[in-house]
C-alpha cells in the first residue's frame, strides 16, 4: 500500500516528538507500505518567523515573506530524516519544489497547480520513507510560494491524490475532528465520522484541523481522510462523502457542530454613491488584489448615499487599508475604518436543511449571553454571526448545549 501521512507542527515541536512521529511512521514502513510523509513547521516556527518579520519592517514583500516562512518545513524534513536515519531507516528529505508541487504564484496563499510525482514515487520505490515539507511549492517562473496557514494539510492531500495513495492520514494533536474546539467546549466530543461538505463548512467557519482547500481537494477526487492524534493509537474521525448521522444520541440533530473563527477583520465604507456599478468597482479591486472576501452587509440607502461593510482575515490588515483608501478616494465615499475585535462563531449541519427554527435558536443563544449580533450570512448547511471577540468562546459553548450538542 501506498500511506501517505501530515504531521502537524506540534506533532514535530521538539526532538522528542520527532522521535515518537519517526517511530510511528516506521511502524507503517515495516508492515511493507510504501511511506510519504508531509511535515509541518516546527511548533509555533512560523508564527516565530512572522514575529522576526515584525522586527525589522511592518509591510513586509510577499515574495520575502514566503522565502521566510518556507523555510520553516525545511527545518522538520530535514530534522525528521536525520531522525528516522539514525534509527537505521532509508529516508530522503525533499522541499515542495523538488517533490513537483506546482504552485499558481500567488504569494502567501497560492494554489497547487500540479504535482509532479515522479521524483517521489522513485525515492519510494528505492525503498526510501519519502519526508516533503508542507505548505510550499513553485511557481512557474520558479518563486517559492506558500499555501496559506494551515497548507501542510493541503500538501498532504494533494500528494496523496498525485500518488494514487490508500491511505491518507493527517496526525494532529487532538484525537480527531471534534463537534467544536475541544479546547474551548469541555463537552465536545469525537466525530467517528464527517461527511466532505460539513468538514467544509466547519474548517471554511474557522475550525483549525484542517485547511478549507484540503477538504475541498479530498472531495474532489473522493479520498478519504483520517484525523487522529500523533499522540495514541486511538480511531480517529473519518472524512468521507456520506456520513453517518451521529445517531446514537438517538435523535436527530440539526447541527452537527459549532466553529469560531478569530481571525476576522472588519471593513466599513461609509457614505458610498447609491448607484449601479458601486460595488462592483470596490469588490472588483479586492478579488484583483486576491482579498478573500467573506461576509458582506450593505445598509438602505439615505440621500443617495449607504455604507457597506465586509469581513476578511486580519492578515488583509494592510493590503485593504491601501485599496479603501483609493476607493474612498475614487468613488467618492465619506471614509472607511477597519476594526479587528470581532469575531464568528457558526453552527453547521446538514440536518438545518429539514429544520426550521436553526436561525431562531442561535440568535436566542446569542441574546441570552447578550452578544450582540454584527453581521449574519447562511449557506444551507450554516449560519454564521459575527460577534464581539470577548464574547466569542462564551457563544461557542452555550450555542453546543443549545443545539443538543453536549455530551
Ligand atoms: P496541526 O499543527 O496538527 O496542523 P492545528 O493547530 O492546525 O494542528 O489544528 C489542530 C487544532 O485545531 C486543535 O488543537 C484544536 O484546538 C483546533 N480545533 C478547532 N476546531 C476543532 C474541531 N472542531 N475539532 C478538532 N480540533 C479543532
Ligand atoms: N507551518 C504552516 C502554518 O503554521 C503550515 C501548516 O502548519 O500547515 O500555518
Ligand atoms: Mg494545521
Redesign the pocket.
Known sequence: MIVVKKF??SSVGDAERMKRVARRIAETYDKGNQVAVVV??MG????DLIALSKQVTSNPSAREMDML?ST??QVSIAMLAMTLAEMGYKAISLTGAQAGYHTDGTYSKSKIVSIDNSRVKQELDNGNIVIVA??QGIDESGEIN??????????AVALAIALNADVCEIYTDVDGVYTADPRVVEKAWKMPEVSYDEMLEMAAMGALVL?PRSVELAKMYGLKLHVRSSFNHNEGTIVKEEALMNNDLEKDLMVCGVAHDMNVLKATIFGVPDKPGVASSIFGKLADEKVNVDMIIQSGSRDAKQDISFTCGRDELNKVDRILKEVVADLPADNYTLVDNFAKVSVVGAGMISHPGVAATMFKTLSDINANIGMIATSEIKISCIVDEAKVKEAVVALHTAFGLDR
Open positions: 502537524g507542527g509541518s513547521a509555533d516556527t512560523t508564527d516562512l520553516g518545513e508542507g505548505f506558500t499555501l496559506g496557514r494551515g497548507g501542510s494539510d493541503t500538501s485547511q
